[in-house]
């Protein structure tokens, strides 16, 4: 079975500083890579995807994430955040070909950005 | 559009109750998920419907946990004879169900707050 490791359970910055975060993913064969965001109040949505071809992968609201395979790794990028980007970020796996679409989700990393 | 619904919003109950969670997937989704998301194990994996396929079910931690598609489009979770640990928010979430291999993108919705007393 696969599990997703997210490094960092919260994570606090200023505006404009940049983010980064990490998520492992362990199996044994090709999977499809998620970035999901939940922001106060809201639901899970979204943020990009990743399937094949450039591992470099650009998201909604200036997001964006590199796929290692060599590492494992699919790490959330953001160049400069916003007070707005306060939110709980979740990596998420499936292995491609699978019958079913069902997601394993890493533990989660809050990031709170101070004004 | 209107996204995935999910009622109710909050339900307390009392242990050894039994609750009925709903969810109304996005218009024309044919792939329908629930997860569930407690402080103590993150964001897990329930239970998956696929059009008129066997649902996959191996997420499912009891045999107090069932959950059913009714006409290809509602869902509905029960949980029997609820338990303390049994509190968390569920989650449910579609997709088109049409793109192979996994690449779907699940649309989640705002989730129930169960808790049990």
């Known amino acids: 079975a696969q599990s997703v490791s997210q490094h960092n359970h919260h994570v606090i910055l200023s505006e404009a500083a940049s983010l980064e975060l990490g998520c492992n993913y362990s199996y044994g064969g090709t999977v499809n890579l998620f970035w999901y965001v939940q922001y106060p109040g809201q639901h899970l949505q979204l943020l990009l995807k990743?399937?094949?071809?450039?591992?470099l992968v650009k998201g909604i609201k200036g997001f964006e994430a590199e796929f290692i395979k060599s590492k494992f790794s699919f790490n959330l990028r953001k160049p400069s955040v916003q007070w707005s980007d306060t939110a709980e970020y979740f990596c998420?796996?499936?292995?491609?070909?699978?019958?079913?679409?069902?997601?394993?989700f890493g533990g989660g990393t809050r990031v709170l950005v101070k004004p | 559009g209107a996204g995935v619904s999910q009622s109710p919003s909050n339900k307390v109950t009392e242990k050894g109750k039994d609750v009925e969670l709903r969810c109304d997937p996005i218009s024309g989704h044919t792939a329908l998920y629930w997860y569930r998301q407690s402080l103590g194990q993150g964001l897990e994996f329930l239970i998956y419907f696929q059009g008129n396929s066997a649902p996959d079910k191996s997420g499912l931690p009891s045999d107090r946990f069932s959950a059913e598609r009714t006409g290809g489009s509602v869902s509905t979770l029960t949980i029997q004879r609820t338990q303390q640990e049994d509190s968390a928010v569920y989650l449910c979430a579609s997709s088109l169900g049409r793109l192979a291999g996994g690449t779907d993108t699940q649309y989640f919705g705002p989730g129930t707050r169960l808790t049990v007393l």
């Open positions: 998420a796996v499936n292995p491609q070909g699978a019958a079913g679409n069902k997601l394993t």
């Open positions: 990743y399937f094949s071809g450039d591992p």
